[in-house]
């Protein structure tokens, strides 16, 4: 065997116990690996492929920082529309989306899943491998944030199955920890913090330096598929889950509206203690065939909706407002609030 043909097996081989191990942290929560142990095989990896380039593939890990966009983000036709939700906001106005669904199908049952508090982006995969990331825009057209996507670790940039195509959607969010990381330090610089993971999250999807959405840890969680959908939704998450998707665990399959309200209810009690802000619940009609029939009304479809969780109050006192200089010279006030609890966290400015 050559040196070439020898690095291009080792290669390969290093791929893909890294994208194993990046799966296996970002996706599972779990970690069997030393860090230097996982930086010294990614360092082996890169010094491959700086020895012989053509070696460096799309999948590889060494690259999911790179490509810097210039001016403006190019426009993505979405050639399966990406529809928005109708909201619900009383347990009665679920009853009435179930009787709507009711009078076409007797039989319908539902999928109850986290409504999580994200941007939600479209990916597609042609051979298995992440080939672009979109934003949903108008739900028509939206912006090829790809290079940004490529640094969400939670993303696969190859998927444990090489099928022809698929185009799976979910929400890009920012864990509640990262969020407070990023505020602090940009406290300390002087520079505006953001409102909410949400914002956050949004502001860091459309930078142009992919660099700068690389260090804010975003994570992604797939909670429907565009184009390849299996007969029932509850088949297309346990799919998505085996390519190597993170797909939320809190979600249930349920016979009939009253279990979904009692799912939500429960929900409700322990959503405050998960690392990501949810905003409410979404509830699906499970049978694709049913979902196609009953089709949508303008924007939204009429298979599912999304019942909205009141948003969290507490009251607290104003102990100070610091003003900070920017390096620029813009100055940005901070309240400073006795600490409060609000939805599982401490907040104190
Ligand atoms: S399904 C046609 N499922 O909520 C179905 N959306 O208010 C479209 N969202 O634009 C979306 N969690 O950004 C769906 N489990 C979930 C979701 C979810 C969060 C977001 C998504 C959507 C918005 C609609």
Redesign the pocket.
Known sequence: MTDFEQKKTRAGQLRKELNYHIYRYYVENENDIEDYEYDMLMRELDSIEKEYPELLTSDSPTHRVGGRADGLFETVLHTVK????Q?AFSHDEVRDFNKRVKDVFSNAEYVV????????VSLEYVNGVFTRGST?GDGVQGEDITANLRTVKSIPLRLKKDIPFIEV???VYMPRHEFMRLNEERAEKGEAEFANPRNAAAGSLRQLDPQVTAKRSLSF?A??VGNGALEKHSDSLAMLKGYGFKV?EN?KVVANIEEAIKFIEDFDAKRRSLAYDTDGA?I?VNAVYQQRILGATGK??RW?I?FKFPPEQAETTLEDIVWRVGRTGVLTPTAVLTPVKLSGSVVSR
């Open positions: 990406m529809e928005s939700l909201d899943e986290p409504k999580i508090d994200g941007l939600s949903r959607r979910g929400e969680f909670y429907n939320s979600y979404v699906k939204d479809p599912a999304a």
